[in-house]
């Protein structure tokens, strides 16, 4: 994976438990860049993304932020003391950002990535993958433990319980490596977690009934109307979907990350259409104030913007 | 709180007999489930000890029926279908499950039946937003 270089840290920082109080402030000196000045491109691999309101973040070496979509990126600080898996916003909180890691479990920062503390000490010691925020609650969160499968909070982070097996997929287990609280109906009193695996995408109601892949018909989906079948239907490849993510104000559209670039679906998962293929795996964030306003950043640290939702990319501008 | 949840819960089981259902009929409905459903979802409707977790065929266990589980957040229609035909039927796509359908040897009545008892036990809370999503369902439907 892309995280062994970091891996005699990893065990280290894993084994000390996520009690550990500044764990920022335990990265061995010299290790990380110095944060001051301006930058374009992140050190490190860039590793998570997400949009903080109108604010950019990204993971990489260190926490990166950018006020104009990548354009520029400014180093913001170390980060939160290991890599960084995936990283969840607030909704209604700018600068409320929790960070899932390789090794120090699920960290929370309260200043848009300059500080970080342990947001999670419930959950196992393993390396967490993916982290969500519910759209119809901050108060919930989902947390995809490697090897084990999902967690959820109903109080921000203080307690949690086990909530579902990973996906069964081609009948092995396979892990959850993105997550996304989808606001759409599930028909069963609640909403969808969508998640990205090493084989395609599937989904689950949030009472977490059942998981569905997303290319099975919609046998459990009651509520919702079907999409009219589409012969021969385009699915999302069987392959390693690495970001998946969507403005909660359009539930229906979601981008997803894959080997061959930025794939998209306007009908909940459906039919998919790849609508950029100049990234390989790309990490992928939507502005949720911009719904339009799609970025996608691949492991190097080239980043590509779109502002019509997907159909055209650039490098992005400064506005 | 605690203190609250278990009056709405004494509450619940009356409520439910006082609607449109029988009492005589959540009693047929209790006997069938200790005969059809005990041995796997408990006798207290508890479930399969770990229920959350596969088991090693890659099969779910089977889950409470109380609160703690899930069938609160299906529909009638889904609830029926699920133990008429199994889930594996419902949910096709090669899905596999250990739940079998009951289709061949309880009677579209007795399923109902055990439902009905099924749902009489929860509070009146859970019970209010099954209907929900039984409403929400019927209303889908063309």
Request: charged letters at 15%.
């Amino acid at each position: 994976m892309t995280f062994i270089r970091f891996s005699a840290l990893s065990r280290r920082r894993l084994i000390g438990g996520l009690g550990a109080a500044v764990l920022g402030a335990a990265a061995p000196p010299g290790a990380l860049p110095a944060f001051a000045g301006t930058s374009r491109r992140p050190s490190g691999r860039v590793t998570a993304l997400a949009f903080d309101q109108g604010a950019l973040v990204l993971a990489a070496a260190g926490i990166w932020t950018s006020p104009d979509g990548g354009a520029n990126l400014l180093p913001r600080s170390q980060g939160p003391g290991a890599p960084v898996a995936a990283l969840a916003a607030h909704p209604d909180r700018p600068g409320m950002l929790l960070a899932a890691t390789a090794s120090v479990g699920l960290m929370r920062s309260e200043d848009g990535g300059s500080s970080w503390h342990p947001a999670a000490p419930g959950l196992p010691a393993a390396p967490l993958d993916a982290v969500a925020i519910a759209t119809h609650d901050p108060l919930t969160l989902y947390v995809a433990v490697r090897g084990d499968g999902l967690w959820q909070s109903n109080d921000g982070g203080k307690s949690w319980d086990f909530a579902m097996d990973r996906p069964l997929v081609d009948k092995v287990e396979v892990d959850v490596q993105a997550l996304a609280s989808v606001g759409s109906l599930s028909g069963m009193g609640g909403y969808w977690v969508y998640a990205g695996t090493a084989k395609g995408a599937s989904r689950v109601p949030d009472c977490f009934c059942r998981w569905q892949t997303l290319e099975s018909a919609d046998a459990m989906t009651t509520g919702t109307a079907k999409p009219a079948p589409v012969d021969p239907a385009p699915r999302l490849p069987h392959l390693s979907v690495t970001s998946l993510t969507l403005a909660p104000s359009v539930p229906e559209v979601l981008f997803a990350g894959l080997p061959s670039g930025v794939w998209r679906t306007r009908d909940s998962g459906s039919t998919w259409k790849i609508v950029n293929g100049a990234l390989t795996s790309p990490l992928l964030a939507v502005d949720p104030l911009d719904p339009n306003h799609v970025v996608a950043a691949d492991a190097g640290g080239t980043i590509l913007s779109s502002r019509d939702g997907g159909a055209t990319w650039a490098a992005p501008s400064a506005a | 709180m605690k203190a609250m949840i278990l009056v709405a819960a004494i509450a619940a089981a009356p409520m439910a007999r006082a609607t449109d259902i029988s009492p005589e009929t959540i009693q047929q409905g209790q006997a069938l489930y200790a005969t059809n459903c005990a041995t796997c979802h408990g006798a207290s409707l508890q479930g399969q000890p770990d229920w959350k977790r596969r088991l090693a065929n890659g099969r779910m266990p089977a889950p409470p029926h109380d609160v703690t589980g899930h069938t609160w957040h299906h529909s009638d229609r889904d609830l029926f279908n699920l133990t008429k035909l199994g889930v594996a039927a419902v949910v096709g796509d090669g899905y596999e499950s250990d739940m079998p359908g009951f289709g061949g040897k309880l009677s579209d009545e007795e399923i109902r039946a055990v439902l009905d008892y099924i749902k009489s036990t929860w509070p009146a809370r859970t019970q209010e937003a099954q209907a929900k999503i039984t409403a929400a369902d019927k209303a889908a439907q063309p």
